[in-house]
């Protein structure tokens, strides 16, 4: 499903007057890479560059053509990890975040009883 216009503007514009929106973007997107989301982390760092620095200069800072990183982002696209890794590397850097991974165990959560 294509997204509107409307959409597309309200997260750049949410984006720009919201650096904690824009961190949390960027944030999503890398623990969906982690947590093995690979399309999901498309979508997400698709919409946060839209939303801050532009595929021409990703694609500058990277070396690959912005229509390339374009494609390689669409829910078609089959991103390599050496791509990948150097897009997320860019954008930390110029978000001045770094990320780490931190492992932890998953919570224990209760089956629901079965009443009957």
């Known amino acids: 499903m294509a997204l509107t216009r409307d959409f597309k ?3 750049k514009d949410r984006a720009d007057r919201d650096p ?12 969906a890479i982690v947590c093995g989301d690979v399309d999901v982390a498309k979508v997400m760092l698709r919409d ?7 595929f021409e200069r990703v694609g500058k800072a990277v070396d690959k053509d912005p229509k390339s990183l374009m494609r390689m982002l669409s829910s078609c696209g089959n991103p390599n990890v050496k791509n990948l890794f150097s897009v997320t590397r860019f ?17 224990k959560t209760k089956k629901p009883k079965l009443v009957g």
Not at 48 to 54: L, P, R
């Open 91 to 107: 954008l930390q850097k110029d978000a001045g975040v770094q990320f780490s991974v931190v492992s932890t165990k998953p919570r």
């Open 48 to 54: 946060y560059i839209n939303a801050t620095v532009g």
């Open 9 to 11: 503007e309200t997260v």
């Open 20 to 31: 904690e929106f824009r961190d949390e973007l960027l944030t999503e997107a890398l623990e």
